[in-house]
């Protein structure tokens, strides 16, 4: 399972889930070595990931490192700053420098999977979006940059829903969320 950086709370190891069936929570996870991730549109700089696993159900737990997006390489705020220039928010501060060819190309792929999920994403967060918000991907970006930044809603969606902004990732669930979930 994959859990953000954020939910860790300042803690070096996490402890397991509330809802875990084995052990209810009461257990630290022991480190377990890290994976190295690739961070950046280019792919050249590396992350380090921190893995942690659990002794009572023996199940391996990785750790998003902070502004990085699960199973993406762009920076959580690189994306934000491109899609605020993209969809009218750049006045807020600097503009961003332009995107690369790569960086482009990624931007395009999220606001296609971004307007797959415009649905979806309403529907989770119900009252809590600003009213205005529709099928229209411009529409609905400016009114989720109203409940604060990307890594923030990154965040949120992974807690309260087990989802993220641009999929709903199996490894955001837990091994036994994983059964019941559709595929």
């Keep these: 399972m994959q859990i ?11 402890m397991a889930p509330k809802d875990c069936p084995e052990c209810g929570g009461s257990r630290k996870l022991w ?16 992350a380090g990931s921190a893995r942690f696993f659990c002794v009572q159900c ?3 737990w990785s750790v998003i490192p902070a502004d990085m997006f699960p199973y993406r390489s762009m920076a959580a705020s690189r994306f934000e700053s491109l899609m605020d220039e993209r969809f009218g928010l750049a006045g807020r501060g600097a503009r961003p420098p332009p995107a690369t060819v790569k960086e482009e190309g990624c931007i395009r792929r999220a606001c296609k999977r971004v307007s797959e999920r415009v649905a979806f994403l309403c529907g989770l967060l119900g009252q809590q979006m600003p009213l205005g918000a529709s099928a ?3 529409c609905f970006w400016r009114a989720l940059r109203e409940l604060g930044s990307t890594w923030d809603i990154l965040v949120r969606l992974a807690r309260d ?16 969320e994983r059964k019941e979930a559709p595929d």
Aim: net charge positive; with cysteine; aromatic share 8%.
């Design 4 to 14: 953000f950086e954020a939910g860790l709370c300042g803690a070096d190891r996490p």
């Design 31 to 46: 480190r377990h070595g890290t994976i190295s991730r690739c961070r950046g549109s280019e792919g050249n700089d590396k």
């Design 58 to 60: 023996g199940h391996t």
């Design 136 to 138: 229209d991907v411009g």
């Design 161 to 176: 829903f087990k989802t993220s902004l641009l999929g709903s990732y199996r490894s955001l669930l837990s091994h036994w």
